[in-house]
């Protein structure tokens, strides 16, 4: 099977964590021993967020006071996929001796006229308590929004249309390379008056990304590991029930956090909704039982998975 993987930030980085080199390199070689058995038995292509890891650079750029004006978020964005597509290259590569792996830079097209640019969403950076993120956004002239308990920076989240190296990296699919791609969403760009690219100040969000590069690639199974077990109904109620097996209509009838849930919702339900393969949501250390159909929450037309022809 073709199977396109949407690690979650935690994968990285747990909420409230110091943005230490040492600890996230650790976090990401804990996520390899989960995926390192999908690479084994299928053609896999690795995505995964970098919220956290834009923040810290954004922050450090900010006060830098040797630049003229800070790095803008395209092109920070284009240093978190280094630094993380870093890592996690050398953990497969240990994990996998001999397979081909590769780390790649990725420009994700997006609508320079997109309404997102003028109501910021993505949340980026470390968590503050109110007075510190206000007292940021006064000085940064930042906008920050509340996030549960906590307060965080968002800046604009555009929707992706494409991968501009989506036929690149489905040439290195089917060679054999395990290719880890799209970080962060991809790198905004668009097209400018004379068709060429130019990035612009925003932050795509993950999940939709790798939604839209599963379809183009053709991919059998679209997963967004994360580190819930499964998506709930009515959670935080005493109604709260976790949804085993779904189809997008049921799915979509169901009422989600928009800053946390509801992208990957709307992620996994258009992916199945456009392909009718399948989708899922779940831990990250469950990826091989929920290709299996044993764990997550599974997306499908039907509600019915493992179909016969991928057992």
Request: aromatic share 6%; hydrophobic share 40%; proline share 6%.
């Amino acid at each position: 099977m073709r199977v396109v993987v949407a690690l979650g930030g935690n994968a990285l980085l747990k909420r409230g964590d110091r943005p230490d080199a040492d600890l996230q390199r650790a976090n990401v070689n804990l996520a390899v021993k989960s995926l390192a058995p999908l690479a084994e038995r299928h053609e896999l292509i690795i995505t995964h967020g970098n919220g956290p890891q834009v923040g810290v650079l954004a922050l450090e750029s900010v006060n830098d006071s040797n630049l003229t004006r800070p790095y803008p978020l395209d092109t920070i964005g284009a240093e978190t996929q280094g630094m993380i597509g870093y890592w996690m290259l050398q953990a497969l590569q240990n994990a996998l001796p001999g397979r081909q792996v590769l780390a790649m830079i990725n420009q994700t097209l997006v609508s320079a006229v997109d309404p997102a640019f003028d109501d910021p969403t993505k949340f980026v950076g470390q968590v503050y308590t109110e007075e510190e993120a206000k007292k940021l956004a006064e000085e940064y002239g930042w906008t920050v929004k509340p996030d549960g308990e906590y307060w965080r920076r968002v800046v604009p989240s555009p929707l992706p249309q494409r991968v501009i190296e989506t036929r690149l990296i489905r040439q290195l699919v089917r060679g054999g390379t395990v290719v880890i791609c799209a970080g962060g969403g991809g790198i905004p760009v668009f097209r400018n008056d004379v068709g060429q690219l130019e990035g612009t100040e925003a932050v795509i969000d993950k999940d939709m990304t790798a939604s839209i590069l599963a379809e183009t690639l053709e991919a059998d199974a679209f997963l967004i590991l994360t580190d819930v077990p499964r998506v709930m109904r009515n959670f935080g109620t005493p109604k709260q029930q976790e949804i085993e097996h779904t189809t997008p209509h049921e799915l979509r009838a169901e009422e989600f956090p928009a800053g946390s849930m509801g992208p990957k919702v709307e992620a996994v339900a258009g992916f199945v909704e456009r392909t009718g393969d399948m989708a899922a949501i779940g831990r990250l250390d469950q990826c091989t039982q929920i290709l299996e159909g044993t764990a997550g929450t599974i997306v499908t037309p039907n509600a019915t998975w493992p179909l016969a022809s991928t057992l």
